[in-house]
Every structure is written in structure tokens, then in C-alpha cells.
């Protein structure tokens, strides 16, 4: 089967954005990319959950479980008992600034790539689009936006599509 040149042109783009954005974003947490995943997540809520955790990220309870064994040795977020055999996860001071890194790091990364388009701004209702479209795929707002700086989508009064396309399934 032949991809259409437009198709293999976004392959090609998303998948470089996408090895670039999220090695500098681990790099500048110095854990794992679903290590980094986690502390942003936590960043935006905290008290999760270990399972919920785990929904946000893509990963099973147990292998949650071991990646937040990892990022507690470290000393980036602590767990706390709640009821029954709840637990709810915070990021330290130490989390909360490798948090910041990471979303600093993927930033960087995707500001340059934007910078060798000649009219950005042209991209924004098309990615719109598009990632509305993606999330009847994915089906979780929280997985498509597990590095995202949530804050920034919604500066200046704008909504989310990704939080729009959740609110209507």
C-alpha cells in the first residue's frame, strides 16, 4: 500500500517532533520517558491515584507501580496512604522543578520546529482538527495530553480541542 505524499510527509514530521520532544523532556528529568510523563501528569493533578496514574500514562497498575517505586527513590514524588488501600502520589520540590524541566525542555524543542514554518499560526485550526479527529481514536484526553503543558492550551480564553472532543463523547 502507497501513502499519499501528504501522509508520509506528516509520518515523517510527527515522528521526528515526537523522538526530539520527548528525548529532550526525559533528558531534562533524568528518569524515564514514562518517569517524565508522570511528573508532568502529577504537575497538573496532583494526588492521583496509582491506577488513575497509570490510566493518564498508558500503563498497567503494576508497572506504574514500579516505574513510581523509581521515581520515589529518587526522591521526585512521595506516596501517601488514603483510605482502604488507596494511595495518593505528590510530586516533591524536587519533582515539581524536573516537572517544570521537562515541559521547559519539550517547549524548546517544538518552539524551534515552528520556527521554520512561515506562518505558524496557519497550523493552529488544522492541528485543531486533527487532534479532535485523533481523540475518537484514542478515546482519552488524558493519554493524547500526558506531556502537555495543559496551562499554555488554554492561555489567552481558548479551549482545548482535545478537552472539547472529551467533553462531547
Known sequence: MHE???????????LTLSDRMTAAAAAAT???????????VLAG?????????????GLSQPACARMLD?????GLVKRQARRGR????DLTTAGQAAAGRALEAREAVL???????PDAAALEPLLESLLRGLHA???????MCRLCDRPGCVAQQRSCPVGEAERRS
Open 137 to 143: 481514536e484514542v478515546g482519552s484526553g488524558d493519554l
Open 45 to 57: 493533578f496532583p494526588g492521583l491515584g496509582g491506577t488513575e496514574l497509570g490510566r493518564h500514562l
Open 86 to 89: 488507596a494511595v495518593a502520589v
Open 4 to 14: 499519499s505524499r501528504l501522509a508520509n510527509l506528516l509520518g515523517a514530521a510527527v
Open 30 to 40: 533524568g528518569v524515564s520517558l514514562s518517569g517524565t510523563a508522570a511528573l508532568v
Open 111 to 117: 518552539a524551534d520546529a515552528l520556527r521554520a514554518v
Open 70 to 74: 523509581q521515581l520515589e527513590a529518587r
